[in-house]
């Protein structure tokens, strides 16, 4: 992010004589004082107040000395203030002065408006003032920066605060001077000006007494951050300062704050495990006071400090995370996502959530945000027919602005849950001409596996083939991690053979055979073992020898069959080793949950295109889904329904 070069900040510089001159008239105006210096031509009535003021408590001074009293301010909050009990009632009226300053400071929408404020007050606390710089970045900073540079840095009530921080950073309370460093740098005030070394040295010095609560170590933890990033030494002392501190006492902002130090110190958490352990805890029973931003912040900082072991937070979080999900920016539901499946977290509910927000945003949400969340669809086996419908128009309207990850997040999903939303014609001419536009823009192994999943779904690649083929790709696969491993040459060869049975009209180059596996990599997870021993029992009972099928057959066409059956010319059955007269061949596709969508009968696409493709190359293919038998009680109900599904025009007959 661009930083307000040193120049335009040389009145912060006591050697700067001139601007010294101009800012000492000011602060003649706006100057600290302490409780115990009796200011000139004060009232009566205001002297009576400022015998009561603590010597610790500074103020910021006009010429009638109208006092009020200093109150800490929560960091980052919207800049108000909620007192305890004893001020307001030992000194209300003054308590009410400070209370109606927030106030009116908070219904201001410009720079201009806040300085013209600030100009007509008498005395202004330091946690005053530094609440009006934090008003003035809240109004005049954007993502582009500061959008009225000149109008901020150059005016007078601006340089006089500054040069007031600078040179009475000693006399600050601590709310004051860490608001005011928060503020600063979201002025983009250069981190090497005098004023900005003399607020970061007072801290630290503060911090080296352990003068700081607990509020106070995460507002400067929360600065160093932004300034130094995750290098700053500092930020491990500011930890060590924590851990000593009641972690049950601590407000929600509190606790963000440090779970974010923790990221950047806590290496993964291999260090402060007792501190993360109690603050999971304490965590746990304020999770429903959480804002979207915190939820997301903490589910954020689990994952990297791979906190496996605080499940029942991560679950409390992603449950309640349900109700945020219209509030969510998109960086903070990409955090969300990424936790559900770092922790291998799945909720209907949430999934519900989306499918009524996605549609309904899907032109406003940022690309990166879509793709997470078709890639958390994708991962979780879950078919969301609105949302992937809703993707499909949003890849249509804005494809051409997408990176070419993105546009892979949005269209490998579509493949790997076999699905064709509405708009699929559309949505596979968009995507031709982002390619043609666009090919050499993709990384290699990106550019597989968008093809390859094309067709899952019976979208051919045929005019990207050549590429994909040629030596030279193939010489970048196998640069690039993870090479040409097993299941990259098991997409090539699935292209290949996608082609050659589907597009016979191809005539580009063919994948050489030493690209080619000799059988598809299969995920032994996908064969559902116990319901394969059922069937097996079933067919026993069927054809009452064992002899007459075998099981998890390797095929000459690179796919294995769950269960073949042979058959001759006049459809007996033959022993599963006879390889003459074989007239057809049965192939039984056993299939079990893991092979469709989560709670769908839609099979996945590489069992899609398995079975598409043992039909083309002569089998009978026979499927045998996991919901049509998981109510057949018994063998001989199962030999009953294999022998329907089987042998149908044979039914009732002896076979």
């Known amino acids: 992010m661009a930083l307000i070069s ?73 800049v108000h203030l909620c007192g305890d009990s004893e001020s307001s009632t030992k000194s209300n009226n003054v ?37 009006a710089l934090q008003r003035i970045s809240e109004v005049e900073v954007d993502d582009n920066g500061l959008k009225n540079p000149e109008g901020v840095l150059e005016n007078d009530v601006f340089r006089a605060l500054c040069f007031q921080f600078e040179f009475e950073s000693s006399k600050l309370s ?22 900005m070394a003399s607020l ?41 300062h924590v851990q000593a501190k009641d972690v049950e006492k601590w407000s929600p902002r509190e606790m ?51 906190q496996t072991q605080a499940i029942p937070l991560v679950t409390a979080l992603c449950r309640h995370s349900v109700k945020h999900i219209p509030y969510f920016t998109g960086d903070e539901l ?32 940022h690309p990166q945000t879509v793709s997470k969340i078709m890639q958390y669809c994708c991962q979780k086996m879950i078919l969301s027919k609105p949302i992937f419908d809703a993707a499909a128009e949003g890849f249509i309207s804005d494809a051409d602005r997408f990176t070419t990850d993105q546009i892979a997040g949005y269209i490998i999903p579509f493949g790997t849950l076999n699905y064709l939303p509405p708009s699929a014609s559309a949505l596979f001419r968009k995507l031709e001409t982002v390619l043609r536009a666009r090919l050499s823009h993709f990384q290699p192994h990106t550019l597989l596996n968008l093809l390859h999943s094309c067709v899952l779904i019976q979208r051919y690649p045929v005019n990207f083939l050549p590429k994909i083929f040629s030596p030279y790709f193939l010489q970048q696969l196998q640069a690039q991690p993870p090479g040409l491993d097993r299941t990259v040459t098991s997409q090539l060869t699935q292209l290949f053979l996608t082609v050659t049975l589907e597009c016979p009209f191809y005539e580009g180059p063919k994948l050489l055979p030493k690209y080619q596996v000799k059988a598809f990599l299969t995920p032994h997870s996908s064969l559902d073992v116990h319901l394969l021993k059922r069937v097996k029992t079933g067919l026993l009972c069927l054809l009452k020898k064992r002899i007459y099928f075998a099981s998890e057959v390797s095929t000459p066409y690179f796919y294995t069959v769950d269960i073949e059956i042979k058959l001759d010319e006049e459809g007996f059955v033959l022993p599963a080793a006879q390889c003459e007269e074989v007239h057809r061949r049965i192939a039984l596709c056993v299939d079990g949950q893991s092979r469709f969508c989560i709670n769908s009968q839609n099979l996945l696409g590489e069992e899609a295109i398995k079975q598409r493709h043992l039909r083309l190359l002569g089998y009978e293919v026979v499927q045998i889904p996991f919901f049509e038998i998981e109510s057949l009680q018994n063998c001989r109900k199962m030999a009953d329904y294999l022998h329907r599904k089987i042998f149908p025009h044979s039914y009732g007959l002896s076979c």
């Not at 509020?215 to 491990?236: D, F, Y």
């Open 6 to 78: 040193r120049k335009s900040f040389q009145f912060y510089s006591s050697s700067v004589p001139a601007s010294r001159s101009i800012l000492m008239t000011l602060s003649k105006r706006l100057s600290f004082i302490s409780g115990q210096q009796k200011p000139q031509n004060c009232s009566s009535v205001a002297m009576r107040m400022l015998c009561f003021k603590d010597k610790s408590q500074y103020m910021f001074c006009r010429k009638n000395h109208i006092q009020l009293r200093i109150q800490s301010l929560s960091v980052n909050e919207p």
């Open 256 to 306: 963000v704050m440090v779970y974010k130090m923790l990221q950047v110190t806590a290496r993964e958490g291999e260090r402060y495990q007792d501190l993360l352990k109690r603050m999971n805890s304490a965590t746990l029973t304020i999770v429903s006071q959480l804002s979207p931003k915190f939820t997301s912040i903490i589910l954020n900082s689990l994952v990297v400090l791979h």
């Open 200 to 240: 970061l040295s007072e801290g630290e010095e503060r911090l080296g007494k352990g003068q700081l609560t607990v509020k106070n170590l995460c507002a400067l933890g929360e600065s160093l951050l932004e300034l130094e990033g995750p290098s700053c030494a500092t930020l491990e002392q500011i930890v060590n």
């Open 95 to 131: 308590w009410m002065d400070e209370q109606l300053f927030f106030k009116k400071l908070n219904s201001l929408c410009t720079s201009k408006e806040i300085f013209d404020f600030l100009s007509s007050l008498e005395v202004m606390s330091d946690t005053m003032a530094s609440g």
């Open 334 to 365: 990409v955090n969300v996502l990424e936790a559900f499946l770092c922790f291998g977290h799945r909720d209907q509910i949430f999934t519900e959530a989306l499918e009524t927000h996605v549609p309904k945003s899907i032109f406003t949400m």
């Open 174 to 195: 601590n709310t004051g001077l860490l608001n005011a460093l928060q503020a600063l740098i979201k002025l983009r005030i250069d981190p090497q000006s005098t004023l």
